[in-house]
C-alpha cells in the first residue's frame, strides 16, 4: 500500500507561521518603549531629507557634518518650545506677584464689583459676604471634589509632558541615527516592501515618501508661519505673555483651529484695557494670520499629495487623544499614508481595465 505525500506540509506550515508571529510579538513588546519616538524620528527623517541633502552638498558632500547640523538644527527646534513656555511662565508668575502687592486685591475681596452684574448682582454680592464670614469654608466644601479633579488632571498632563520630553530626546538621538544611514534604511524598507508586494510595494514607499513630506509641509510649515506672525503681533501690541501665546497659537494651529481662538481674546483685552488702536491693529492682524491656512496649506500639501483635510484633522484629534502631544506630528502622517495607498489600491483595477482596453483597441 502506498501513500501520496501532501504537497503542502500543513502542520509545518502552522507552526513555522506561529513560531514567526510570536517571535514579531516579543520584538515589537521588546521595542514598545521605543516605538513612538522611532516613527517620530521617521517622519521627522523623511519630511527633511532634501534639506539634509542640501546642507550635505555644502558641507562639501560629507556626511558626518550635514548630520551634526541637522540634529543641532533639531535640537534647537525642540528646545525652543520649552525654553519659551519657562520664560513665560516665569514672566506671568513676576506678574502675578506684582499683581497681588497691589491696591487692588483688597478691593476684589470686598466684591464690590459684583454689584454692577445685572439682574443678579446684588444676590451675588449676599452670597460673596457669607462665604466671607465663615471664612471660605462653605465655598471649598462645595469646589473640593472639582479641585481633586482638577488635581488629577493637572498630574496627568504633567506626566505627558515629561513623557513628550523622553520621547523628545529618543527622537534626537535616533533621527542622528537615520540621516546617517539614511539610503540603507531606504534600501532595506523597499526589499522589504518588494518582498510583500513585489513592484506595487516599491511604489507603496516611494507614495509613502512623498505623502509624509506634503504633510509636514503643508501642516507644520504653515503652524510654524501662523503662529510665528500671530507672535510677532500679539508682542508687538504688547499682549503679556507673548511667548506663551505664540506656543499655544503653534499647537491649535496644528490642530486646525488656527490663531483666532487666541487673538481676538487678546484683541478684546486690549479694547476693555482702552488701547483702541492697538486693539484694531491686532484684529487686522488676526484676520490676516487667520486666513493664512486657507492659501498656504492646500498650496503646500497638494504639491506633494491630494489628502482630504478632515482626514488630517481626524488624525490631529486622534493622535493627541493615542500618544499626547507627539500624535499631532504622528496622526495625519500616518492617516495620510494609509488613506493615500487605499486610493491607490482601490483604483488600480480600474487603471489595469484601461490598459487592457486601450491593448485590445
Not at 491656512?293 to 500639501?301: A, E, H, Q
Amino acid at each position: 500500500m502506498s501513500f501520496t505525500l501532501p504537497k503542502y506540509d500543513l502542520p509545518r506550515i502552522i507552526f513555522g507561521s506561529l513560531a514567526v508571529f510570536s517571535m514579531l510579538l516579543v520584538s515589537l513588546w521588546l521595542l514598545r518603549p521605543f516605538l513612538i519616538s522611532l516613527i517620530w524620528a521617521g517622519l521627522v527623517v523623511i519630511a527633511t531629507w532634501p534639506v539634509m541633502l542640501r546642507i550635505q552638498q555644502w558641507m562639501g558632500r560629507k556626511r558626518t557634518p550635514a548630520v551634526l547640523v541637522m540634529t543641532l538644527l533639531l535640537i534647537a527646534l525642540f528646545m525652543m518650545p520649552l525654553l519659551f513656555m519657562a520664560d513665560s511662565m516665569m514672566e506671568l508668575s513676576a506678574r502675578l506677584s506684582q499683581w497681588l502687592e497691589s491696591d487692588k486685591v483688597p478691593l476684589l475681596l470686598s466684591g464690590e464689583f459684583l454689584h454692577q452684574v445685572p439682574f443678579i448682582g446684588a444676590k451675588l454680592y449676599s452670597r460673596w459676604q457669607v462665604m466671607l464670614a465663615d471664612h471660605g469654608h462653605s465655598l471649598i466644601a462645595h469646589l473640593q471634589p472639582w479641585l481633586r479633579h482638577a488635581a488629577l488632571v493637572l498630574l496627568a498632563q504633567l506626566g505627558h509632558l515629561g513623557q513628550l520630553v523622553i520621547n523628545g530626546i529618543m527622537m534626537l538621538a535616533l533621527s542622528a541615527l537615520l540621516y546617517s544611514n539614511g539610503e540603507k534604511v531606504a534600501l532595506a524598507l523597499s526589499r522589504f516592501a518588494h518582498r510583500l508586494a513585489g513592484t506595487r510595494g516599491d511604489i507603496a514607499v516611494k507614495l509613502a515618501g512623498q505623502t509624509i513630506r506634503a504633510v509636514a509641509s503643508g501642516i507644520v510649515v504653515t503652524a510654524v508661519c501662523q503662529s510665528v506672525l500671530g507672535g510677532v503681533g500679539l508682542a508687538l501690541c504688547g499682549i503679556p505673555g507673548a511667548l506663551l501665546l505664540t506656543l499655544l497659537i503653534f499647537i491649535l494651529c496644528l490642530a486646525q483651529l488656527g490663531p483666532i481662538v487666541i487673538m481676538l481674546p487678546a484683541t478684546a483685552w486690549l479694547y476693555w484695557q482702552g488701547e483702541t488702536g492697538w486693539g484694531t491693529l491686532l484684529l487686522l492682524w488676526s484676520l490676516v494670520a487667520g486666513s493664512m491656512d486657507n492659501i498656504l496649506r492646500p498650496f503646500l500639501i497638494r504639491r506633494g499629495a491630494e489628502i482630504p483635510m478632515i482626514l488630517i484633522l481626524g488624525g490631529v484629534i486622534g493622535g493627541l487623544l493615542a500618544f499626547g502631544m507627539v500624535g499631532l506630528f504622528i496622526g495625519p502622517a500616518v492617516l495620510a499614508v494609509s488613506w493615500r495607498l487605499l486610493v491607490i489600491w482601490v483604483n488600480e483595477p480600474e487603471a489595469s481595465v484601461q490598459v487592457v482596453e486601450s491593448d485590445a483597441a
